[in-house]
């Protein structure tokens, strides 16, 4: 299932306006695994403050769909086919600086968390802990 996308612009957004839901953060879905792909459209579809601008299974999809649609957050697996979401991160930062990152993994291990966070991501939440922690670290990250 896709969230259709809107036109495409960039919103320039000052945070406590999303906070207080004069304006909606722009989204991209990075993973491989479609039924958890669906889970966190329909979660994040819920709030009139976010919005799904797309969706990438792979890394190299990532980085096409980040330059094409510049999203104001990435929402990146870690495990991902053709490149792996740390080296999609890289990319990403390099050709988006304006978009922000958190990881979504299923990696709990502090030395890929603390590699993730060095590149610059806003976040990095646990993929058994996204239903309590994802919208918190959304929160923090805008």
Known sequence: MFCPPPPVHQVQFDAR??????LSVRILIVED????RQFICSMLGERNDLQIIGEAADGVEAVQKAVELKPDLI???IGLPSLNGLE?????LELVPESKIIFLSQESSSEVMQEALSLGARGYVVKIKATSELMSAIVAAI
């Open 88 to 92: 999609a991160a890289r990319r990403i």
């Open 17 to 22: 306006k999303v906070r207080a839901g004069v």
């Open 75 to 77: 929402l990146m697996d």
């Open 33 to 36: 695994f479609p039924p958890l």
